[in-house]
């Protein structure tokens, strides 16, 4: 999947428009219009700008499996995993392996 298809498809998949990207983004309406609507490449600073404004890494627009996508609460997980020990985040494993146990 190319850039723009990759794009295409993350505003789809939002039901966004050009106009809430280009808000979402800090970008002008232009810019986007003239990305989606006349299939022009963007540049590295605007991907960029692109990717912030979805919420994204540009590691994981350029993923190319099932992309996850940092929500603020995963954020706060992640930020609190690394602040644990080797034996703390063994413990914390265990829990969570233990809460999401169906059976």
Avoid: H
């Amino acid at each position: 999947m190319d850039i723009l298809e990759k794009l295409d498809r993350l505003m789809e998949d939002r039901g966004w428009t050009a106009y809430r990207l280009a808000k979402n983004s800090g970008l002008s309406e232009s810019t986007i219009a003239n990305i989606v609507r006349r299939n022009t490449m963007p540049s590295f600073p605007t991907l960029e700008a692109i990717c912030n404004g979805l919420g994204i890494t540009l590691s994981q627009f350029f993923a190319e499996d099932e992309m996850v996508e940092l929500t603020p609460d995963l954020k706060e997980l992640f930020d609190a995993w690394r602040t644990l020990s080797p034996t703390q985040k063994t413990a914390a494993l265990q829990v969570i392996r233990a809460m999401s146990d169906k059976t």
